[in-house]
């Protein structure tokens, strides 16, 4: 398999070619273009944790499999929403990551739902957000995708604080908690307030802007 991730950090898309027997998942409606022949299948990697989705509101309920039938087939694949898409090697340490923010996969990975408990539900990120790990085959490739400008964090034993709507991914490893941000006037008037608190040694990916932003400037948009 080979990719390549082009357009505009605006509006990125990913480029893929696949031989005999190769595979890559992506979440529905994501299908933009196709030089040669894919077998398509709806899979939630595990029809529980698919439900688990679902009732957490998350933003797809399948996976689709592209499984390629001809040799060098191409498949072009965009997010429905504008920003960047990166790649995100997973190897020993797995990867959490925001469930509106994940876009694609290899083989080689297990995507499973992680419980983020009363922190996401203060917070409005969503109790439940999905973990990337590697399966037997070793390693793979996860694809997220932005809503904004994408930063990496390297975090050496320090303490760093965010707001979890602007959060990709993070090391599946570091220690994140509910922390309060500035007092009650910030929270009023300032939307600020409860954020995360993330501890440890890993890497953290955020974005500039969040999902719900570009929703609302869309209807906005849409309204006038």
């Not at 050496?156 to 007092?183: M, Q, R, T, W």
């Amino acid at each position: 398999m080979r990719y390549e991730i082009l357009g505009s950090s605006f509006a990125s898309y990913l480029k893929i070619t696949l031989n005999i027997g190769e595979t890559i998942y992506a979440v529905p409606g994501s299908f933009v273009f196709l030089d040669g022949e894919v077998d398509i299948e709806a899979t939630g990697q595990g029809l529980f944790n698919a439900i688990k989705r679902k009732v957490a509101g998350g933003k797809n309920f399948f996976f689709v499999k592209y499984t390629a039938k001809k040799e060098n087939t191409t498949l072009i694949l965009a997010p429905d929403s504008h920003g960047m898409i990166i790649p995100i090697p997973v190897k020993a340490i797995p990867v959490v990551i925001q469930d509106k923010c994940y876009f694609a996969h290899t083989s080689g990975l297990k995507i499973s739902t992680t419980f983020v408990g009363v922190r996401g539900l203060l917070t409005q990120s969503g109790f439940m957000w999905l973990k990337a790990e590697p399966d037997m085959e070793g390693e793979g490739i996860v694809f997220v995708s932005s809503a904004g400008e994408i930063e990496k964090i390297a975090i050496e034993n320090n303490e760093v604080k965010i707001d979890p709507k602007h959060i990709i991914c993070y090391s599946a490893y570091l220690d994140v908690n509910l922390a309060k941000f500035g007092g009650v006037s910030s929270f009023l008037f300032g939307k600020e307030g409860l954020i995360f608190s993330i501890k440890g040694k890993g890497n953290l990916w955020f974005q500039t802007r969040y999902h719900l932003d570009f929703e609302n400037k869309n209807f906005q948009e849409k309204q006038t």
